[in-house]
């Protein structure tokens, strides 16, 4: 599962509501929390590019990753990671790990920079 493109099912509160709903959501899965639990890099449009983080939101064009199956251009948050159940992931879009090997190193590139910069701001 590591290096690939799953779709999660993500809580979020729903404002027209008033109440948690739910939506599966494109993730990049990078590494194994415990027995039932993945360590997930969010993939997300970012609608407002003010939003965006230059050092370590990284660019997803469909054009160019068209086996990636994302409609949109999208953005992979490495500093953003989240947990995801193994019982919340449902469909795999992409290996993107073997697909497009060097975009991932760039990913995991990136995320390694937000590692080191904030365990060294923790000391």
Do not use: Q, W
């Amino acid at each position: 599962m590591i290096g690939k493109i799953y779709n999660v099912l993500f809580t979020f509160y729903n404002s027209n509501t008033g109440k948690n709903d739910y939506k599966y959501r494109p993730v990049l899965i990078v590494g194994v929390a415990d027995s039932g639990d993945y360590v997930v890099f969010p993939i997300s449009r970012v609608t407002k590019k003010e939003y965006l983080s230059a050092d370590y939101d990284i660019e997803i064009d469909p054009e160019k990753y068209p086996n990636t199956k994302l409609t949109d251009v999208s953005y992979v948050r490495t500093h953003k990671r989240s947990i995801a159940n193994r019982a919340d992931i449902a469909s795999c879009k992409c290996d993107l790990k073997t697909k497009y090997a060097e975009l991932y190193t760039s990913i995991i590139e990136k995320a390694k920079a937000f590692d080191a910069d904030l365990m060294e701001k923790a000391v």
